[in-house]
């Protein structure tokens, strides 16, 4: 018996960057505890789950904490060891009304907030785990639902290890998984194609279920026949893990930016300076009261948001959008390093605003632009356009109504030009934040 424990924990370290030929398959998984073999840099993690039929998506003990174990799928992620942990993945196979459907643990400071209700509210899902060097996208039925780069993990003093861990997790070379709280479920290896994208898609596909509506509590499943043959397992070894790999230095362009551009003018009859007042909070129900957003026409308006902020590499600016019904519809975030819009963009920034020398403090504006009936995002400093993409099929119609905004994970330092001829304030936002922040 020693014999075959001790050739199953050698062959578990020596060969740990090859997967099992028959994992290409759908395989159960038959316990809550199971240890797989995985190159996670050579083929695609995909997970068949089962939505449970009753489900709560604001459970009592789920805020701020924890989530419904009997909804939740955890991933730990181990590099050359089963004793040298690198990531865990927790996701779930719901959307909660708070937001608290996904988060990597290396990466993000709290949970974070599918796109749409996995598979359109059906009861049987492909998720698909895809890591890059650089990045890690999830996508539900081929629906992009999370994205993450190494280099952007969140910055939290009650997560000191971030975001130092997130670009360990992209440097670590992931060979073998431990899956909890998914039996029943099944997962497979699909080997990637060199072709495959690194970026999120520029147009996400249609939800053919919105989730503000009812979702079914039963419904017929694939009639595919699912295997039964359980998974192989390893177990665990008992050396002692390597050292953490040290993430590299960021380098810092020494290139000043323009001067701020002619806007609005700020304390006037038509303008005043408020702080971003930071909507994820107790008293903003999480981004979720309409008090903590300013309404404005940002499609068909002539004053888009304009915000003076530090800039930086890692700190990102963030901006939440909304429907005219208060639906949170996405948010646009940028650095030095990248720029976003949830399910529509996500790319590198250009030249211009990667030449910016980091700390610097300057007034940027963001708007949406509808131009020969095309819907045209643009970021803006300095007079010049730094960045600027159309918005295409369900992209344009998404963002096209955007009635709303507010500001995510933002301080008092930063502040926002209030064009009181174009825009309605909400209860919270003051010149203090309703208290939040001091009186200047």
Same mark, same amino acid.
């Given at each position: 018996?020693?014999?075959?424990?001790?050739?199953?924990?050698?062959?578990?370290?020596?060969?740990?960057?090859?997967?099992d030929?028959?994992?290409t398959?759908?395989?159960?998984?038959?316990?809550?505890?199971?240890?797989v073999?995985?190159?996670?840099?050579?083929?695609?993690?995909?997970?068949?789950?089962?939505?449970?039929?009753?489900?709560?998506?604001?459970p009592?003990?789920?805020?701020?904490v924890r989530?419904?174990?009997?909804?939740?799928?955890?991933?730990?992620?181990h590099?050359?060891?089963?004793?040298?942990?690198?990531?865990?993945?927790?996701?779930?196979?719901?959307?909660?009304?708070?937001?608290?459907?996904?988060?990597?643990?290396?990466?993000?400071?709290?949970?974070?907030?599918?796109?749409?209700?996995?598979?359109?509210?059906?009861?049987?899902?492909?998720?698909?785990?895809?890591?890059?060097?650089?990045?890690v996208?999830l996508?539900?039925?081929?629906e992009?639902?999370?994205?993450?780069?190494f280099?952007?993990?969140?910055?939290?003093?009650?997560?000191?290890?971030?975001?130092?861990?997130?670009?360990?997790?992209?440097?670590?070379?992931?060979?073998?998984?431990?899956?909890?709280?998914?039996?029943?479920?099944?997962?497979?290896?699909r080997?990637?194609?060199?072709?495959?994208?690194t970026?999120?898609?520029?147009?996400?596909?249609?939800t053919?279920?919105?989730?503000?509506?009812?979702?079914?509590t039963t419904?017929?499943?694939?009639?595919?026949k699912?295997?039964?043959?359980p998974?192989? /397992?390893t177990p665990?070894?008992?050396?002692k893990?390597?050292?953490?790999?040290?993430?590299?230095?960021?380098?810092?362009?020494?290139?000043?930016?323009?001067?701020?551009?002619?806007?609005?003018?700020?304390?006037?009859?038509?303008?005043q300076?408020?702080?971003?007042?930071?909507?994820?909070?107790?008293?903003?129900?999480?981004c979720s009261s309409?008090?903590?957003?300013?309404?404005?026409?940002?499609?068909g308006?002539?004053?888009?948001?304009?915000? /003076?902020?530090?800039?930086?590499?890692?700190?990102?600016?963030?901006?939440?959008?909304?429907?005219?019904?208060?639906?949170?519809i996405?948010?646009?975030?940028?650095n030095?390093?990248r720029?976003?819009?949830?399910?529509?963009?996500s790319?590198?920034?250009?030249?211009a605003?990667?030449?910016?020398?980091?700390?610097t403090?300057s007034?940027?504006?963001?708007?949406?632009?509808?131009?020969?009936?095309?819907?045209?995002?643009?970021?803006?400093?300095?007079?010049?356009?730094?960045?600027?993409?159309?918005?295409k099929?369900?992209?344009?119609?998404?963002?096209?109504?955007?009635?709303?905004?507010?500001?995510f994970?933002?301080?008092?330092?930063?502040?926002?030009?209030y064009?009181?001829a174009?825009?309605?304030?909400?209860?919270?936002?003051?010149?203090?934040?309703a208290?939040?922040?001091?009186?200047?």
């Amino acid at each position: 018996m020693f014999v075959v424990v001790a050739m199953q924990v050698l062959l578990g370290t020596s060969f740990s960057a090859v997967l099992d030929p028959s994992l290409t398959e759908w395989k159960l998984i038959e316990t809550d505890y199971e240890q797989v073999m995985f190159p996670l840099r050579d083929y695609i993690l995909e997970v068949k789950a089962i939505r449970p039929d009753v489900y709560d998506t604001n459970p009592p003990y789920g805020e701020l904490v924890r989530t419904d174990k009997h909804t939740t799928m955890m991933a730990m992620l181990h590099a050359g060891t089963w004793r040298k942990h690198v990531g865990r993945l927790v996701w779930n196979t719901i959307k909660y009304d708070r937001g608290y459907d996904i988060a990597i643990d290396e990466c993000d400071a709290r949970y974070q907030g599918y796109h749409s209700f996995p598979a359109g509210g059906a009861k049987e899902q492909i998720w698909a785990w895809n890591f890059f060097p650089d990045n890690v996208i999830l996508t539900c039925n081929d629906e992009l639902q999370y994205s993450q780069h190494f280099d952007e993990g969140d910055v939290n003093a009650r997560k000191p290890t971030l975001p130092q861990t997130c670009r360990a997790l992209g440097d670590a070379d992931i060979d073998r998984i431990t899956f909890r709280h998914m039996e029943g479920e099944y997962i497979r290896g699909r080997p990637k194609n060199e072709e495959e994208e690194t970026e999120p898609p520029t147009e996400e596909k249609p939800t053919t279920l919105p989730p503000t509506e009812a979702i079914p509590t039963t419904e017929e499943t694939t009639t595919e026949k699912l295997p039964t043959q359980p998974l192989k /397992t390893t177990p665990q070894p008992t050396e002692k893990p390597d050292p953490e790999p040290e993430p590299e230095p960021e380098p810092e362009p020494d290139t000043p930016t323009p001067e701020s551009p002619d806007v609005l003018p700020a304390d006037s009859g038509f303008a005043q300076d408020y702080p971003t007042c930071d909507c994820w909070t107790v008293e903003c129900n999480y981004c979720s009261s309409m008090e903590c957003t300013v309404k404005h026409d940002l499609i068909g308006g002539d004053v888009g948001i304009q915000v /003076t902020s530090k800039l930086t590499w890692k700190k990102l600016n963030s901006i939440m959008l909304y429907d005219a019904d208060g639906n949170s519809i996405g948010s646009f975030r940028w650095n030095l390093k990248r720029i976003s819009l949830t399910g529509c963009v996500s790319c590198q920034s250009p030249p211009a605003v990667r030449e910016i020398k980091p700390g610097t403090e300057s007034l940027w504006v963001v708007s949406l632009d509808m131009e020969d009936g095309v819907l045209v995002l643009r970021l803006k400093m300095g007079g010049n356009v730094l960045y600027e993409t159309e918005l295409k099929g369900t992209c344009a119609e998404r963002y096209s109504k955007v009635d709303r905004f507010a500001f995510f994970d933002s301080s008092c330092e930063s502040t926002f030009r209030y064009s009181k001829a174009d825009m309605v304030a909400g209860a919270r936002i003051t010149p203090t934040c309703a208290g939040a922040c001091p009186e200047e």
